[in-house]
């Protein structure tokens, strides 16, 4: 079962160096134990079963449970396997087939052709995606039970992920400049993404908003402060009414028209003077109300002179809080942080890979790496120590996940001998007592 058969590889350099492979008895992945003990003690996984996602699958081919099937398509694309054609070499690792357990822990995990159908004609059912495009709320419900969370913040935004050939869905996209897919984006203050969606690549970067945004409104019903931040792609009224119904303080960049420029029209004259090293910044605010508003709106102006640029730089946002302008744009600039997070998405779980030819084979391929980006995400702000806690996604994959182990068996306990290079003994074990600790927090009610 992964032993290499052949005799051992030579090199010129030193001759006493041979080199053999052993698949089942060596593994490269020994960081992924730290993320399935968290998976546990949040209950993650286990919430697969409980959405009761249908199997079709007869006889053999239900070697695998749902969640074991599960468990191996997200975290092999946690640990940088993102093709179905990993599994072949997967299957018999010794830290997937114990991550996998049952069956697999005992013999192989599911092969190539047992995860293509899994996520190809499995997953791809109507109710089956529906239930699966829920996961990942659900699993950020989970880590709410434990975690209090007394005010949310949604950052929507929107991306692009390029393909190749006649994929279906396929369009040219004239803002990216490339033939993509656009899929949307929301996610809370914390970086867990709240829902994806994957859409055809010609559609406005705020289509399908209400189908992505509903959802998670109404799981945060019950949580007090809540605020939603978009840019100017989402300046539409039916989404300002929506979430003003709902309660919620929002921040919105707005398209400049002549309008708004009348409105600052005393702040675009050039400060007289020297102009100094530091931009010269204004801010004001004042009540404005477009063609298509069914109200006036209050809307803050930010006006910016930049030493050796002839004109200033000014944005506009569309608000209903309260505060200083000031602290309004402040409050909006935060935003970009999930730009950053759609990019950790792209470079270190390579989410963009969507290389299927059925659209809605791609839409699930996009939900597992969110469910995989989210028990990253999970692992490094609820679990890693203060010192290492800035570490991006990529650096967690190349050190934390990426350890290589040699596998020992006893008769009752199976031993991975860790190398110790990135991580070492202590920092390893702080992270388990993290995690413990999680176990030991006595869940709360289902929020909602």
């Known amino acids: 079962m992964g032993e290499g058969n052949s005799e051992a590889l030579r090199v010129d350099f030193d001759g006493q160096i041979r080199l053999e492979f052993h698949g089942a008895r060596v593994t490269s992945d020994a960081g992924l134990l730290a993320y399935r003990e968290l998976d546990e003690s949040l209950g993650l996984t286990a919430e697969v079963k409980e959405l009761g996602i249908d199997d079709p699958r007869t006889g053999q081919n239900t070697r695998h449970t749902v969640t074991a099937m599960m468990r191996q398509s997200v975290y092999s694309r946690l640990a940088g396997y993102?093709?179905?054609?990993?599994?072949?070499?997967?299957?018999?690792?010794?830290?997937?087939?114990?991550?996998?357990?049952?069956?697999?822990?005992?013999?192989?995990?599911?092969?190539?052709s047992q995860v293509g159908r899994f996520e190809t004609h499995v997953l791809t059912e109507s109710d089956n995606l529906a239930k699966l495009m829920d996961l990942s709320g659900r699993w950020i419900d989970q880590v709410r039970r434990r975690k209090r969370m007394p005010k949310v913040i949604l950052d929507m935004d929107s991306s692009v992920s390029p393909t190749h050939g006649e994929q279906e869905g396929t369009a040219y996209n004239g803002h990216f400049e490339c033939t993509c897919y656009h899929p949307l984006f929301c996610f809370n203050q914390f970086g867990d993404l709240e829902r994806a969606l994957l859409r055809e690549g010609q559609v406005h970067s705020a289509d399908d908003w209400r189908s992505v945004l509903e959802p998670v409104i109404a799981r945060y019903r019950q949580t007090k402060k809540r605020y939603f931040r978009g840019d100017a792609a989402f300046a539409k009224p039916q989404l300002y009414e929506f979430v003003e119904a709902e309660g919620y303080r929002y921040a919105i960049r707005l398209p400049a028209n002549d309008v708004l420029y009348d409105e600052i029209d005393y702040l675009l004259s050039r400060p007289v003077g020297r102009p100094?090293?530091?931009?010269?910044?204004?801010?004001?605010?004042?009540?404005?109300?477009?063609?298509?508003?069914?109200k006036p709106r209050r809307v803050v102006a930010k006006i910016e002179w930049h030493r050796g640029e002839l004109y200033p730089r000014v944005g506009f946002i569309v608000t209903n809080l309260t505060w200083w302008a000031g602290d309004v744009v402040k409050f909006y600039n935060q935003r970009g942080t999930a730009e950053q997070w759609i990019k950790e998405g792209k470079y270190a779980l390579k989410?963009?890979?969507?290389?299927?030819?059925?659209?809605?084979?791609?839409?699930?391929?996009?939900?597992?790496?969110?469910?995989?980006?989210?028990?990253?995400?999970?692992?490094?702000?609820?679990?890693?120590?203060?010192?290492?806690?800035?570490?991006?996604?990529?650096?967690?994959?190349?050190?934390?996940?990426?350890?290589?182990?040699?596998?020992v068996r006893h008769a009752r306990y199976v031993t991975f001998q860790m190398a110790e290079v990135a991580i070492p003994r202590k920092l390893f074990r702080e992270i388990l007592r993290r995690i413990e600790r999680l176990r030991l927090i006595e869940p709360r009610p289902e929020p909602g």
């Open 82 to 112: 993102e093709d179905t054609n990993d599994a072949e070499r997967l299957c018999v690792d010794p830290v997937m087939r114990r991550i996998v357990g049952g069956r697999a822990t005992g013999k192989t995990a599911a092969s190539t």
């Open 276 to 294: 100094p090293k530091k931009p010269i910044v204004y801010f004001t605010c004042f009540k404005y109300r477009a063609a298509t508003w069914t």
């Open 351 to 407: 989410w963009t890979r969507l290389s299927c030819c059925r659209f809605v084979a791609n839409q699930v391929r996009l939900q597992l790496f969110a469910l995989a980006y989210n028990l990253a995400n999970f692992l490094r702000r609820l679990a890693l120590p203060k010192g290492v806690r800035h570490w991006c996604l990529t650096t967690l994959r190349e050190k934390l996940i990426k350890i290589g182990a040699k596998i």
